[in-house]
């Protein structure tokens, strides 16, 4: 029982001393306090800071890939309009080809016509009974003439 007592004292006058120290200390205490939650607070708004931080990162690269896809875009815009353009100066001209090759067609068909006319007011076998070598050498002559433009035309 005495050891109880003297325990109790020991304990009750160190927590009485502990508690009058603190009493004393009261500016200190609180100061050590605030400065903890100031601290406390400080970690948390560097957190915040960490992780807006990192969601602009994250924006930030989201934007840039967004540039990139628009530059690439304008880009293939760019290439598919040179495309368009000169696949249109090309259908012009093909048009305007074909425009000149209808017409010699129809100076050409005009020409086989008036040789078809020619050749339909004679008679050759009426001819050829006449002038047995007439025709033959005519037309050998004529075609020697076109075979001779022919090679000109490729020399």
Excluded: C, Y
Excluded at 46 to 74: C, H, P, S, W, Y
Excluded at 87 to 96: C, D, G, L, N, S
């Amino acid at each position: 029982m005495i050891m109880s007592w003297i325990g109790w004292k020991i304990i009750g006058g160190f927590a009485q001393s502990a508690w009058g120290w603190a009493l004393r200390q009261w500016k200190l205490i609180l100061i050590v306090v605030v400065l903890l939650l100031l601290l406390w607070a400080g970690m948390k708004i560097a957190d915040a800071f960490r992780e807006r931080a990192a969601l602009i990162e994250g924006q930030k690269m989201t934007l840039t890939r967004m540039a990139v896809d628009l530059n690439m875009a304008l880009i293939e815009k760019q290439s598919a309009q040179q495309t368009l353009d000169h696949m249109i100066a090309e259908k012009i001209r093909v048009e305007e080809l074909a425009k000149s090759l209808v017409a010699e067609q129809i100076v050409i068909r005009a020409e086989v016509e008036a040789q078809k006319a020619l050749f339909d007011k004679h008679d050759f076998a009426a001819i050829v009974k006449a002038k047995p070598g007439i025709i033959e050498n005519k037309a050998n002559a004529a075609t020697q003439e076109r075979f001779d433009e022919i090679e000109a035309t490729f020399n």
